[in-house]
Nanobody, 115 residues
């Protein structure tokens, strides 16, 4: 069974950094594409970036370029979303996303950035 578990969310001030984790089970991250989405209160869920099997980063959200990076630790079957220079508009629930036969979401982790 595929499962995704996010962690690392919290409350930070604008300009600070935060690293989110997404730990997978039921499949191997090493040869899979993983994406991060986010959903702000009252808004639709939007894509932030995708980590391809060849470990390229594709940004869906222009504002994430230069501030958000993704990396993987294969031994832990975990990907990390490193977010720096956070802005209040980055406040959202962040979700890990994986597609195999159908869409798989984690439970999400809340990130709150205060000005």
């Amino acid at each position: 069974e595929v499962q995704l578990v996010e962690s690392g969310g919290g409350w930070v001030q604008a300009g600070e950094s935060l690293t989110l984790s997404c730990t997978a089970s039921g499949f191997t991250l090493d040869d899979s594409a993983i994406a991060w989405f986010r959903q702000a209160s009252g808004k639709e869920r939007e894509g932030v970036l995708c980590y391809t099997p060849s470990r390229l980063t594709i940004y869906y959200e222009d504002s994430a370029k230069g501030r958000f990076t993704i990396s993987a630790e294969n031994a832990k079957n975990t990907v990390y979303l490193r977010m720096s220079s956070l802005k209040p508009e980055d406040t959202a629930v962040y979700y890990c996303y994986y597609f195999y036969q159908y869409v798989h979401w984690g439970q999400g982790t809340q990130v709150t950035v205060s000005s």
